[in-house]
Structure formats: structure tokens, C-alpha cells
């Protein structure tokens, strides 16, 4: 008998015609399913290579006249054999045919059924091979025990993380706070637990650890999808009124929306502690992604400072600070005349208000009111009415428009020395687009009453005015209703129709 025709006859004695054709099958779907595995797949894989290699070795054995030792051999090839397809067959149906029930076993769940069915398989085949099988359990008990108070840490690990996964009081990918660290399940394994920080760091916790002490679960109500209320506190004096501090933080928060913040319920500041030297304030929302959630806290903080700042609220300084300031009446005057210059160049570099005397300019930059805005807040909104504009110094802005189709598009782009919102001022009208802060804006505001003042004692400053509106106005028109432009008369009348209406907001003769 050949060396090829023994090699054939183990093959068939020992399942290698089946084990092969299944680890061709089954192994693609296995790593389709969890690339991650990498590792079990490996382990697989030498166990076959293990089995073909015993099924060469007992055939050249038998060719060589050795029939005991290629007995042994056989045994041992078909034991790897067992194993291998047992893990195979295992891993097809709890990553490929379960998940498609809807159905998923817990990792330490899958790993015992098949550590049990790899055993019982192992003890028939040994069994089929005349091995003594009850006397190999009778010294396993005996192994078992004292194995058992050897390694009581170890298995309390590996039953408390079945209880786990069991229970499902702890999923993979939930965010968890445990030892005053906070991270997210990444892995759960026999004897602990994996959890990634946002620092990139892993923390490995055994598992009889968050069975015995308390775990808190981030961002997890029944039911619901994860979000998890956050709380941002912020300290203003006691000289300005909560209901102005509240106001103008939750006009600020409402204006546009902050990524990974829900809408719903929507953020809000509370008033919610008086301390010694100040009162202490909060605005409290909901992350939706917990990952970002300090970048999060980071945006709010900042829509905060700027929010304070439009309306002149700082936040406080704690009583045991001293400030010492010596200041000369000349340099406050300077410093008032600095001030004064910088509104006035403002109210310059407009061309709405080209027309109007020296002493009149002057007299609007005292009255301009400091407006900051962040990145992503807006300053108007489509539709709504508000009597004043703004004058850019510092930063972009994005002029959006809702058309008749319901879109919402970008008409243009408004920098440093433009205006934001003078049809308003002049006519009352509500805003005709909504701008938002693509950088962080600063810029003063100009109120309807000091403007009132001049153009009563000015009135034949109205008519330039309403020209340079009626321009602008048709440009936005032109966007919403994606029409053309009006011919010469239809453009002078619309801009006695505008003259008309500014007259009328501020009681002026016709």
C-alpha cells in the first residue's frame, strides 16, 4: 500500500474531508461578520493545520509499519479536528446566524457553551477511541477542587462577569463611571472588564470589582436614546438682577443650535445658589453624544461669556480679591476719548450714515452699544422684529434666507465696517433674513431712539437713506423668490415706496 493511499485512508478515518470544506465555508462569513476576531480565527486556523499535520504524521506511520504510534497520532489529529470545527460551527451561529434572528449572546455566554461542547465532543471521540473516560473524570474532580481554592479570585472574575452579561446591567459601548473614572465598555471578557477613557487610556477592572461596588451608567433611561444632563456653572455679582443674567443666557442658548446638544428638552439657565459675594448660576442640557461631551461643556461656556457680555454683565470676582487702581483724571479722559474715536470710526466707515454732519456722527457713536457674538450664535432671525441694526468691527457672517420653496440659502457674506439689520431701524419691518456669526463678531448696536433724534431734526437725510435700503432690499428679494430684477421705474418707485414708510415709522412730513 502506497504512501498516498494511506494518507487517503486517515483522511477518511479521521473527518479531514469534512473539516475542510467547512473551515472553507464558514471562515469567510466569521470574518465578514467580526473582523475584530482576528485572533479566534488564528486559533482556528492552527487547530486545523494541527489536525492535517497529525493526519500526514499517521499515515507516514502507518506506512512505516508503526500501527500503536499512528493510533496515538490519529487520536490527537482528530481531537484538533473536533475542536476546530466545534469553534466553527459555534462561531457561525452566534456571529452570522443569530444576529440575523435579532438574537445576541453575551461574549462569556458563547464562550462557555462552546467551551462545554468542545469538552463533551473531545470525551466521546476519546471514548470512540477505547480511552478511559471515567477515569479521567474521576481525577478531574479531584483537580477541580484543588484548583478551586487555588484560583477563587480568578473564577469569582469569571462568574461575576456572566452575571454581567446576563443581567445586562452593563452593555459594550455604554459609558460608565466606576473608581471616579468615566469610559466607555469597549470589551468584556472572562475575568474583566475593558473601559476607554477620553484620554486614551484603558482601564481594566476586574469583574467581581463592578459587581461589588456601584457602577453609575451614563446617558441610559429605559426606553429613551442616550443623553445625559449636563450641568455649566457661572458666578455673576449681586448687582445685576437674576431675571436679566437668566434672560440674556437662555436668548443665547436658544438662538442656534450647539452640536450634540438635544433640542428637546431645550437648554436653560437657572438661578441656583446665593453664595457670599455673588450668586451662582447654571445652564443645564443634554449631550447626545457623550464622546464630545467636553468640547460640548467648552461651547456652552463660551456662548456664556459672550451672552454676559452684550449686556454688560462680568462674571464675578470673589470677595477676597483686591483691586488697587491708580488712575489719573487725564488718563480716564483718554481712555473715554479712545472709546469715543473707536465709535466714531464705526459710524464713518457706514455709508448709510454718509450724510450726516460731524457733530451728528458724534453724537450717534455715543450712543452705540458693545455687541459680541461666538461662532455659530444668531445675531437675526427671518421674520422676527427688532428696532435697531449693527455695526461689524471685528469678524464674518452669513446672511441666510428661507425661500419660497422652504429652502434655506446663503446670500451673502457681511465682514468688518457693514451693517447687519437697517431696514428694521428704518422702517420697522421685520428682519428680512436671519444672519449668523461664522467667526466670532464684535460690533456695536445702534438703537431706533438716538437715530430718531437726528433724522427728526434731519429729515431730508431719509430720501439717500431709503435709496441705499431699496438696494440692498432687492437683493435679498431676488433670493427669496428667485425672481429678476425690476426694471428703472419699478425700482424708483419702490424707493418712494421705502421713503414713504420710513417717513411714516418716524413721523416725519411727507
Known amino acids: 500500500m502506497t504512501l498516498w493511499a494511506h494518507i487517503y485512508s486517515e483522511a477518511l478515518a479521521s473527518f479531514t474531508w469534512l473539516l475542510l470544506p467547512v473551515l472553507v465555508v464558514v471562515m469567510p462569513l466569521v470574518s465578514a461578520a467580526a473582523p475584530e476576531q482576528e485572533r479566534r480565527r488564528r486559533s482556528i486556523a492552527a487547530l486545523v493545520l494541527l489536525h492535517v499535520a497529525g493526519v500526514l504524521v499517521a499515515a507516514f506511520l502507518r506506512f512505516e509499519s508503526l500501527p500503536r504510534e ?19 460551527l459555534g462561531k457561525l451561529t452566534f456571529l452570522v446566524v443569530l444576529p440575523r434572528l435579532k438574537i445576541r449572546a453575551p461574549r462569556i455566554m ?4 462552546l467551551l462545554v461542547t468542545a469538552s463533551f465532543a473531545v470525551l466521546a471521540v476519546a471514548s470512540h477511541f477505547g480511552f478511559n473516560v471515567q477515569g479521567l473524570l474521576a481525577t478531574s474532580a479531584v483537580v477541580t477542587v484543588v484548583l ?47 473601559i476607554e477613557t477620553r484620554d486614551w487610556e484603558t482601564l481594566v477592572v476586574p469583574n467581581s470589582v463592578l459587581t461589588k461596588e456601584r457602577v453609575l451608567v451614563l446617558g441610559r433611561r429605559t426606553g429613551q436614546a442616550t443623553k445625559w444632563r ?20 437662555d436668548h443665547s442658548m436658544a438662538t442656534a443650535q450647539i452640536d450634540h446638544v438635544a433640542r428637546i428638552p431645550a437648554p436653560d439657565c437657572l438661578f441656583v445658589e446665593i453664595r457670599e459675594s455673588f450668586a451662582r448660576y447654571a445652564v443645564r442640557f443634554f449631550v447626545t453624544n457623550l464622546e464630545e461631551m467636553p468640547r460640548v461643556e467648552s461651547v456652552v461656556r463660551t456662548r456664556i461669556f459672550f451672552a454676559l457680555a452684550r449686556v454688560g454683565i462680568r462674571p464675578s470676582i470673589p470677595a477676597a480679591s483686591v483691586l488697587l487702581t491708580e488712575q489719573s483724571e487725564e488718563l480716564a479722559q483718554r481712555q473715554r476719548a479712545h472709546a469715543t474715536e473707536m465709535r466714531l470710526a464705526a459710524i464713518h466707515a457706514v455709508d448709510l450714515f454718509s450724510a450726516l454732519e460731524d457733530e451728528e456722527m458724534r453724537l450717534l457713536a455715543e450712543d ?14 427671518q421674520g422676527e422684529s427688532a428696532h435697531w441694526l449693527y455695526i461689524i468691527l471685528e469678524g464674518d457672517t452669513s446672511v441666510r434666507v428661507t425661500t419660497d420653496r422652504g429652502l434655506d440659502r446663503e446670500v451673502a457674506r457681511l465682514g468688518p465696517g457693514q451693517i447687519l439689520g437697517e431696514m428694521s431701524l428704518l422702517t420697522g419691518q421685520p428682519r428680512q433674513a436671519t444672519i449668523v456669526a461664522v467667526s466670532d463678531v464684535e460690533g456695536f ?32 428679494d431676488d433670493a427669496v423668490h428667485d425672481g429678476a430684477p425690476p426694471d428703472t421705474e419699478q425700482r424708483a418707485e419702490d424707493e418712494r415706496a421705502l421713503l414713504s414708510r420710513i417717513r411714516d415709522f418716524f413721523g416725519l412730513p411727507s
Open 110 to 113: 458563547q464562550d462557555i457553551l
Open 230 to 249: 449636563r450641568w455649566v456653572y457661572f458666578n455673576v455679582d449681586f448687582t445685576h438682577q437674576p431675571s436679566d443674567v437668566v434672560e440674556a443666557v
Open 148 to 194: 478551586g481554592f487555588g484560583l477563587q479570585d480568578t473564577l469569582g472574575n469569571v462568574f461575576a462577569g456572566l452575571a454581567l452579561q446576563v443581567d445586562d446591567s452593563i452593555r459594550l459601548g455604554d459609558w460608565i463611571s466606576v473608581q471616579d473614572l468615566e469610559g466607555r465598555v469597549t470589551e468584556m471578557r472572562w475575568r474583566y472588564t475593558s
Open 368 to 381: 452705540l452699544v458693545y455687541t459680541p457674538f461666538t461662532r455659530g450664535e444668531r445675531i437675526t432671525r
Open 445 to 476: 448696536r445702534l438703537d431706533k431712539a438716538p437715530f430718531e433724534a437726528i433724522i427728526k431734526r434731519r429729515p431730508d437725510v431719509a430720501e439717500g437713506m431709503a435709496k441705499l435700503l431699496e438696494e440692498r432690499r432687492r437683493q435679498l
Open 70 to 88: 499512528a493510533e496515538a497520532v490519529r487520536l490527537a489529529a482528530v481531537l484538533a479536528g473536533v475542536i476546530a470545527g466545534v469553534f466553527l
